[in-house]
């Protein structure tokens, strides 16, 4: 890779990014959680009531008042401890104001008959039929629209971009950033579909891809020399080598890096091995799926900037499945290793990969003509970046692949 010596710096240092919880572990200030009243909002239908004549005190509690102490009817709860935007919503319980009911004391609530839902007559409910379909995504690099119309194109997420598939599982293989026009953007909708996904009984989940240690390292460290096989390099000079994209930058918040700072490297789902990089590097971080995560996590915690370089330079690593007799050997060692019966990767466009194009950004070839995921390596590799950098596809695909 060439590095990014001689360009001009144009970011500064940041400080270190504190450890956060995993992604949308805490709700950010101004967020009103699903369900939650807004401070000091009418609920919809009603209006504020006319005052009225001051009425005594009485002994007890009035039919229908607010127990002794309780909170105002117009007086959200607070959000409780355990929420996050990543996980099912909790179970409203007493003292909390669902919109449109008025809080009424537990003592005074009419008692109904509980009507049983019936379920479907194609079998049973969503929460007893198990994990739903799995979806993959490959490098995305700041093309929001084609993200979401390709999402939308796999009933994914609906017209207004919400999560409308239910109990579906979907996994994101890294690369949000650079050389597509809106980086954040993509961050933003991965992040709400995490929680929206959630909440309807599936989830949204990301892997760490290498331009996510590009971007972070830009942002924390800028113009610090780093040690590299080249010479003197610096994240920020290698960002923008690599196709940063300035309004990114200064659309970048410590949440989006809170984010990415937390994601994991690799991850095992219904007998595929997902990772972004198609490298053997990841068994220099540990000989399980859980070692390289949290070995990569706390790489990025301790914020040495030659040790998060060295990490980011070995992400870059690609085409270790590509050779025809040490490619599969080389896919096999990793799912020995790590477990699955495929490695699904992003990270190397697919042009690039098969020698359509001489380099990651499209140069020395013509629009390349992607269709689908390239499955090769004895069968044992399936690459999902369709190279929308270079005019390729965006890929969203359902595992396993049909035959």
């Known amino acids: 890779m060439t590095q990014g010596a001689g360009l001009e710096a144009t970011a500064g240092t940041t400080a270190a990014i504190p450890p956060a919880p995993a992604y949308g572990a805490s709700v950010p200030p101004g967020m009103v959680a699903p369900g939650m009243a807004a401070p000091g909002a009418v609920p919809p239908g009603s209006a504020p009531a006319a005052p009225g004549p001051a009425a005594p005190v009485p002994e007890a509690p009035a039919p229908g008042a607010p127990a002794p102490g309780a909170p105002a009817p117009d007086t959200p709860a607070p959000l409780p401890a355990e929420y996050t935007p990543t996980e099912r919503l909790p179970v409203m319980g007493p003292g909390h104001t669902i919109p449109d009911t008025p809080l009424v004391p537990p003592q005074d609530r009419p008692t109904v008959a509980l009507t049983p839902v019936p379920e479907p007559e194609d079998g049973p409910l969503a929460q007893d039929e198990g994990p739903g379909p799995l979806y993959v995504v490959g490098d995305v690099h700041g093309y929001h629209e084609e993200l979401r119309e390709a999402l939308a194109a796999e009933g994914l997420i609906d017209a207004k971009g919400n999560w409308s598939a239910g109990n579906a599982r979907l996994w994101f293989l890294g690369d949000f950033t650079d050389r597509g026009p809106d980086g954040i953007g993509v961050i933003d909708l991965v992040m709400q579909l995490s929680a929206e996904a959630?909440?309807?009984?599936?989830?949204?989940?990301?892997?760490?891809?290498?331009?996510?240690?590009?971007?972070?390292?830009?942002?924390?460290?800028?113009?610090?020399?780093?040690?590299?096989?080249?010479?003197?390099?610096?994240?920020?000079?290698?960002?923008?080598?690599?196709?940063?994209?300035?309004?990114?930058?200064?659309?970048?918040?410590?949440?989006?890096?809170?984010?990415?700072?937390?994601?994991?490297?690799?991850?095992?789902?219904?007998?595929?091995?997902?990772?972004?990089?198609?490298?053997?590097?990841?068994?220099?971080?540990?000989?399980?799926?859980?070692?390289?995560?949290?070995?990569?996590?706390?790489?990025?915690?301790?914020?040495?900037?030659?040790?998060?370089?060295?990490?980011?330079?070995?992400?870059?690593?690609?085409?270790?499945?590509?050779?025809?007799?040490?490619?599969?050997?080389?896919?096999?060692?990793?799912?020995?290793?790590?477990?699955?019966?495929?490695?699904?990767?992003?990270?190397?466009?697919?042009?690039?990969?098969?020698?359509?194009?001489?380099?990651?950004?499209?140069?020395?070839?013509?629009?390349?003509?992607?269709?689908?995921?390239?499955?090769?390596?004895?069968?044992?590799?399936?690459?999902?970046?369709?190279?929308?950098?270079?005019?390729?596809?965006?890929?969203?695909?359902?595992?396993?692949?049909?035959?």
Not at 277 to 301: F, H, K, P, R
Not at 310 to 329: I, M, S, V, Y
């Open 198 to 403: 959630a909440a309807a009984g599936g989830y949204c989940k990301a892997l760490m891809g290498n331009h996510e240690l590009l971007l972070i390292g830009a942002k924390r460290f800028g113009d610090t020399p780093v040690n590299s096989g080249a010479g003197t390099a610096s994240f920020q000079a290698a960002w923008l080598l690599n196709g940063g994209q300035r309004s990114d930058m200064e659309r970048l918040e410590d949440h989006h890096l809170q984010w990415m700072s937390r994601l994991d490297a690799m991850a095992e789902e219904d007998g595929h091995l997902l990772v972004h990089s198609d490298t053997t590097a990841y068994l220099e971080y540990g000989d399980s799926i859980e070692a390289v995560n949290d070995t990569v996590t706390e790489t990025l915690q301790r914020s040495d900037a030659d040790e998060c370089w060295d990490l980011f330079r070995k992400f870059t690593k690609r085409f270790a499945f590509r050779d025809e007799d040490a490619g599969p050997t080389a896919a096999r060692e990793l799912l020995d290793t790590y477990g699955g019966e495929r490695v699904v990767h992003g990270h190397s466009p697919i042009p690039y990969l098969l020698g359509e194009v001489g380099s990651e950004d499209g140069e020395d070839g013509g629009a390349p003509a992607v269709e689908g995921p390239h499955v090769y390596a004895d069968n044992l590799a399936v690459a999902m970046d369709g190279g929308i950098t270079m005019a390729g596809k965006l890929l969203v695909v359902q595992l396993p692949l049909a035959d």
